[in-house]
């Protein structure tokens, strides 16, 4: 059983930067791969980035630039980068995993089996 824990989220100013992590157990597959997605107050969830166990990474094309997924195997955890934070960052950040997903399911949200429990991203102006 795959489980998830989210850290690193808070109250930044805009401009700022944070940094989200998330801590995973349980991988079993060698296609094993961690996405972000957020979901802002009154919006649908929607993706943010991706990375495989192979390393591969995915973005949303609205955040590319702005955010960079990557993954320490040591320490099975996935972090996210962001940058030059702005008000539309405002959301609840879930960290998901799966252990079959193919490359065109990646930005799907409902392709991934196991979720983290969100942690708050608030940004101030």
Request: net charge positive; hydrophobic share 30%.
């Given at each position: 059983q795959v489980q998830l824990v989210e850290s690193g989220g808070g109250l930044v100013q805009a401009g700022g930067s944070l940094r989200l992590s998330c801590?995973?157990?349980?991988?079993?597959?060698?296609?094993?791969?961690?996405?972000?997605?957020?979901?802002?107050?009154?919006?649908?969830?929607?993706?943010?980035a991706a990375v495989t166990w192979s390393g591969y990474t995915y973005y949303a094309d609205s955040l590319k630039?702005?955010?960079?997924?990557?993954?320490d195997k040591a320490k099975n955890t996935v972090y996210l980068q962001m940058n030059s934070l702005?008000?539309?960052?405002?959301a609840v950040y879930y960290c998901a995993a799966d252990q079959t997903i193919i490359t065109s399911s990646i930005r799907m949200s409902t392709q991934y089996d196991y979720w983290g429990q969100g942690t708050q991203v608030t940004v101030s102006s």
């Open positions: 801590a995973h157990s349980g991988r079993t597959s060698s296609r094993f791969t961690v996405a972000w997605f957020r979901r802002a107050p009154g919006k649908e969830r929607e993706f943010v630039g702005r955010v960079t997924i990557s993954g702005g008000s539309e960052d405002t």
